[in-house]
């Protein structure tokens, strides 16, 4: 049962454009979500997050919003750069056991 | 400088031979994990840590064991490999609730 669900594998944006990535989660039990980027050959850095608390942070170029009663957040990137295509991964975890359950991730291209 | 240190960052390996992979931070970080990346399934989480002495089962634990004797490592150990642990695992660490995991470069491991 996948908990934090990232339907779209790959996304294709044009250079300075905005960049809208999705995310949804089952469990009402997370209260705090996470973005992290990965280039190949690397480990995954974190980008933001947002507690649910809230239902925006921004950092820079970097929004996330949290729709809790959708179950949904985005992460958006404004403007697109080339340094930014990688895999972004939504993450979430739960007060209960503090474990951080990933998606599958999205694939960013972003085109010149 | 903060870091997670992963070792080996590659490991060719035959089924049933034990391994040890190490893992070590430097941030005094009480939460450690550990996850494998496998295409198409994002990462997943093995094992984590939440203090010295104190391990829980992550999503897909079977085949691995971890210790945390010391708050600084927290080694993963393969008692007999097989070629379905073939995949890229990272370590990553976090100070507490409410924070970001940090990342190690990632080993990757083939058994044959």
């Known amino acids: 049962d996948q908990q934090v669900k990232q339907n779209s594998p790959s996304l294709s944006v044009q250079e300075g454009r905005i960049s809208i990535l999705n995310c949804d989660y089952t469990n009402s039990m997370f209260d705090y979500f996470l973005w992290y980027k990965k280039y190949p050959a690397e480990g995954p850095t974190f980008l933001i997050s947002?507690?649910?608390?809230?239902d925006k942070n921004e950092d820079g170029r970097f929004t996330v919003f949290l729709n809790k009663s959708a179950k949904h957040l985005s992460l958006h990137i404004v403007p697109s750069q080339p340094g930014d295509s990688a895999v972004y991964f939504c993450a979430a975890s739960a007060r209960r056991d503090d474990k951080i359950i990933f998606g599958k991730g999205t694939r960013l291209h972003i085109l010149p | 400088e903060a870091q997670v240190t992963q070792n080996p960052r590659y490991l060719i390996t035959v089924t049933g031979k034990k391994l040890t992979v190490t893992c070590s931070q430097n941030m005094n970080h009480e939460y450690m994990s550990w996850y494998r990346q496998d295409p198409g399934l994002g990462l997943r989480q093995i094992y984590y840590s939440m203090n010295v002495e104190v391990t829980d089962k992550g999503d897909v634990p079977e085949g691995y064991k971890v210790s945390r004797k010391e708050k600084r490592n927290f080694p993963l150990i393969l008692e007999s490999p097989s070629p379905n642990q073939t995949s890229l695992y990272f370590c990553?660490?976090?100070?507490?609730?409410?924070?970001?995991?940090?990342f190690g470069q990632g080993t990757r491991l083939t058994v044959v």
């Open positions: 990553a660490s976090r100070g507490g609730r409410y924070t970001e995991a940090f």
């Open positions: 947002i507690s649910s608390i809230k």
